[in-house]
């Protein structure tokens, strides 16, 4: 469980981070990379990639609802299929970044359990 929080912790640092200078697909790269560096199992890779992405894009995006853009995204919910309902435009752009980390993660730890070594038993007959 300390890997996952470590992992998890990482991912949002630097996607939060790279997201301030990069476009906002630096996240796969990201946690693609962590991922793989971290050698998390499949489930917990696939899980810290959308919690650490998702939050890394939550955390801003509120943020800046709450004190600045709350008409822009208001409108930019106009232009979509929302109803106009920023908060769910919030909602849906957070969960589709987390999504994406989620899925970087995950071929980052498929990735290292298919390039490891695996310890085979040789039996002699």
Partial sequence: MK??????????????????????????????????????SGGLAFL????????SWWVPAIWLHQYGVARLAARLAMLLPLGGNAGLLLLLSGLIAGIVGGLAALSGAWGRQALAPKATSVSIQ
């Fill in 3 to 40: 890997s996952f929080a470590l992992l998890t912790l990482l991912i949002l640092v630097f996607c939060g981070l790279g997201q301030l200078l990069l476009p906002w697909w630096c996240i796969v790269p990201i946690c693609f990379l962590l991922a793989a560096w971290r050698g998390a």
């Fill in 48 to 55: 810290a990639g959308l919690l650490g992405a998702g939050l």
